[in-house]
């Protein structure tokens, strides 16, 4: 079904002045030392480091120009916090402070020296009960190349210039200050650039209003998605295409995102992000510093993704399912429903709490009808269908 993405999103130009340089040294085993991952229900890297000698889970965020921590654990860690000020981030802006880190290890780097930003991580950013602990970005990770075995669910970092594997190739360069990662990618025969490569976001492409409006696809079937950011909920359109191309990779069947005006990417001078659900069809090879990305094809390369026949998308919540938007021109749409119903009941068969494949029949069949029970007591059917 369209799943609930989230994303971060956060950039962070700038640091204090008078912070010290840090310092990033690779391990001479940098190929043995694999960190195994897991993806959050929010589709993304869910990892585990040490940040001053304790142990951590964090997120894989390419996205993000400079790394982040919780502000919980940075206090449980004794960080002394200061500087505030804002950052921009999708759905919004986020207050965040500044730390020293004494350490930072992610699998085969060490980080000694340098800041840390400091923020609120809710658990609603990456779907999971409980939030993570930090964000490691750009600032950490552009030392190297990063492989990411998504069918093996492990990354390790590598000596840039490292070629591991071979494959489709496209450039990728970083913004001067950030060190976030840029392409490109055509769709319909339009050049969309600059594109974020972004491990923090779980959707697949997302371009803005712009952007989509230059290729010419208006007549496509189109609804609605929604995701989350740490700067809050974000509504966007959402159609399928059947093909696009990262330079001389040529993927189908895509989810595509499509921002409204005004948007993140908009405002940020951006035209569009690649995600976690695109990237996950390969095994993937980031290096900005050789100026390159390499594609090798996966057991999920080209697979249809999963599409909502019901156009509820919904949250667990506790022993109930809480719809968390309605999709335009679905079924749901069309039978009155809204935002915030709750449903105790599937098919006479109670929502178990912690069970996430009472979802699963959001996506059923086109023309099968499925029986909800609602927690007023009240009853409901639907009819699935195709709808975008």
């Not at 552009?142 to 669910?153: G, K």
Request: glycine share 10%; aromatic share 6%; net charge positive.
């Amino acid at each position: 079904m369209a799943r609930l993405f989230l994303l971060f999103g956060l950039l962070l130009a700038w640091t204090p002045l008078h912070a010290e340089p840090a310092r990033l040294k690779l391990a001479g085993d940098a190929a043995e030392q694999w960190v195994p991952f897991t993806l959050t229900p929010g589709n993304q890297i869910r990892f585990h480091l040490k940040i001053n000698g304790r142990d951590a889970v964090a997120i894989l965020d390419t996205g993000v120009s400079v790394s982040v921590v919780s502000s919980s654990f940075a206090r449980s860690a004794g960080m002394r916090i200061s500087a505030r000020a804002d950052a921009d981030a999708v759905g919004g802006t986020v207050a965040i402070g500044w730390a020293s880190p004494r350490s930072i290890h992610v699998g085969a780097l060490k980080r000694t020296g340098g800041r840390i930003a400091v923020a609120q991580l809710t658990a609603m950013a990456t779907g999971s009960k409980a939030p993570v602990d930090a964000l490691i970005g750009a600032d950490l990770l552009s030392c190297c190349a990063l492989d990411i075995e998504y069918d093996r669910h492990r990354f390790r970092l590598l000596p840039s210039g490292t070629m591991p594997f071979t494959g489709a190739s496209a450039p990728l360069h970083q913004v001067a200050g950030s060190k976030l990662y840029l392409t490109r990618l055509t769709l319909h025969g339009q050049r969309i650039q600059p594109v974020l490569v972004d491990t923090g976001d779980g959707g697949a492409i997302t371009i803005s209003k712009a952007a989509w409006m230059r290729t010419g696809m208006n007549s496509k079937r189109i609804t609605t998605s929604v995701s989350y950011g740490l700067g809050g909920p974000i509504e966007m359109q959402l159609t399928v295409v059947p093909e696009l191309h990262v330079a001389n990779l040529t993927a189908k069947h895509v989810e595509l995102r499509i921002e409204g005006a005004d948007s993140f990417s908009e405002k940020t001078g951006l035209a569009g992000r690649i995600g976690t659900a695109f990237l996950q069809g390969y095994r993937v090879l980031l290096d900005p510093r050789a100026g390159h990305m390499v594609f090798q094809p996966g057991a999920l390369a080209d697979q249809q993704p999963i599409r909502s026949t019901s156009g509820l998308l919904v949250g667990l919540d506790r022993d109930r399912l809480r719809v968390l938007h309605v999709m335009a021109n679905s079924p749901a749409a069309h039978t009155g429903w809204q935002d915030g119903d709750t449903i105790c009941r599937v098919d006479g068969q109670p929502v178990a709490s912690g069970d996430s494949s009472d979802t699963r029949w959001s996506a059923g069949p086109p023309g099968e009808v499925v029986h909800l029970g609602m927690c007023d007591g009240s009853r409901r059917t639907l009819k699935l269908a195709d709808f975008y």
